[in-house]
């Protein structure tokens, strides 16, 4: 059965009284849920312990998450064990029974898969509340409905079918292939089953940013954050967890921040794609500026360009600049008027010493939808520069990074809030010629007996080892970008990272390039030596112009990583240069 119509807030007041007076018995209605989202995914602490002290007050009949409740990612069965503590202490205020569905951050690999089935329960299964069939549905470790195998597929049609005589069918999955999918105008297999079986609600996670959507009948709600780091949200709705209503013939979604009851569809998924354009493309600088050896960045001028995406609103706002106090930065406020569809151009004179982090940060909202308005957040991006020096004679690959190829290494590494890393100190060095790129890493630990190299087959967790990684991008223009981490092991970890229609970057892990590497340990720590032919990464000859370059090093045993261009991230607005010399 579809769903009739969907109350509004004005109708939560009576039902929030009556889930703390008392829950009705098994066989009446209103039935409450609340629906807990992503906590993982550069979490903030606090967040989601906090959500699970909020829900509890209000009393539902029972939780249902969307997924990613640990951070996983790696093949260390103590550390899993650990973060499943973490997180079964964070919801233990709630007394109600919690329906689990697996994330990617859980389930990613067959030792998270394992130990999930273990200490939480079926990845797929439904179950039954007052005549009301819920689904939950292991979509995270795939990319897209395209790749889901076809028992997975075929499993999924089973238990809708099975729901057929229930008063209504909600389906709970992680990933939301729906945004890419019917809500861009593509035909979709899970859609189409859910039509097909009268699948009232779908209910989706993994973006950490809220949307909503109704297509031929089926209600979709895409979860925000419940803890997961948030890089860009309408202003809207911040962390939040979801309220569910169920009544004898309606169901009513409210998604709930810091106490504030919010619409159900306060952002759509058509709102969302005009967010995340406003994200890319809001604010963009004609280039970034370009910083000296010494981290210092000369005196120069750049445009930042304001484009007003809204059809029929004028943007009117104040330019604002955080100038740390190492910056000049002239104008740092500017009053901006930009006309529906148009855009402007602001010209910025900048320097910084004697180095340039932490870098300045900009803001300004602009308007989108029916009177709303969305805040772009960006930093003043500074691209370091890296360079690759001609390999005369080739060096040989054997991990002793010694030969006299090695030149100029990048030592500065950085964190995620970009201040000096505390890893140990770190050299990484380029060289080129006709046929390949070169890249050697010294990484030094005072302890060695804590240099973490437990993965030992391709494509495994190689970025929950010691490890350097590295993400090129050989063409500026392309939105294709090249991922490849080793451990110390020389056991590498790559994928190709490429944009979807929506602009959001997901990484193929099927992808695998061809590699000569060698890695060794000793008393001062490990070091690698990588020759990637140039062929592997799309290039037929010694590049002409730089590349796009973003690198780092973890050190687990420190509890550190060191970030050259900092955040890490799929999208390449942010990296560095690789130069050729």
Known sequence: MHLCRLMWAATLVSTLAGSVIGAPSLDEYPMRFAILSDRTGGHVPGVHGQIAEEIQQLRPDFVVTVGDMIEGYHEDSIRYEREWDEYFELVSPLTMPIYYTPGNHDVLNELGQRIYQRRVGKLDYTFERRAVQFVVFDNSRWNHTSELPDERINWLADALAATDTSRMTLLFMHRPFWYETVAAGYPDT???????????????????????????????????????????????????????????????????????????????????????????????????????????????????????????????????????????????????????????????????????????????????????????????????????????PAPEIDGDVVEHTWQSPQTYFIDSDRQPAQTDSTAIFFAYDDRNLYIAARCHDRDPSRIRSEVDSRDGAVYGDDCVGFFLQPDRRDSTIYQIYVNPAGVFFDQLITADSTGYFTGDRSWDGEYEVAARTDGHGWSMELRIPLAVLGVASPPEESWALNMRRKQPGAEASGNWQSPIEYTPRGYGRLLFD
């Open 190 to 392: 899970l859609h189409s089953l859910c039509v097909a079986n009268g699948v009232d609600a779908v209910f989706t996670g993994h973006h950490h940013r809220y949307f909503v959507g109704t297509y031929d009948g089926v209600r979709y709600t895409g979860m925000g954050s419940s803890g997961g780091g948030m890089w860009s949200d309408s202003s809207l709705v911040g962390y939040h967890f979801a309220w569910v209503t169920v009544t004898a013939d309606d169901l009513t979604v409210t998604p709930i921040n810091a106490g504030a009851v919010k619409p159900w569809d306060i952002i759509t998924a058509d709102d969302r794609r005009v967010t995340e354009m406003l994200d890319r493309a809001g604010l963009s600088l004609s280039r970034s500026a370009f910083a000296g050896d010494d981290l210092s960045v000369p005196r120069q001028e750049v445009s930042l360009i304001v484009r007003n995406l809204s059809p029929d609103r004028e943007l009117r706002d104040t330019l604002k600049l955080d100038v740390p106090r190492h910056w000049q930065v002239t104008p740092a406020t500017t009053d901006i008027t930009v006309a529906p569809a148009d855009s402007t151009v602001i010209a910025i004179t900048l320097e910084a010493e004697p180095i340039c982090y932490p870098l300045p940060t900009l803001s300004l909202d602009f308007p989108f939808g029916d009177g709303k308005s969305h805040r772009v957040t960006g930093t003043m991006q500074v691209a370091r520069q890296a360079v690759a020096y001609r390999a005369v």
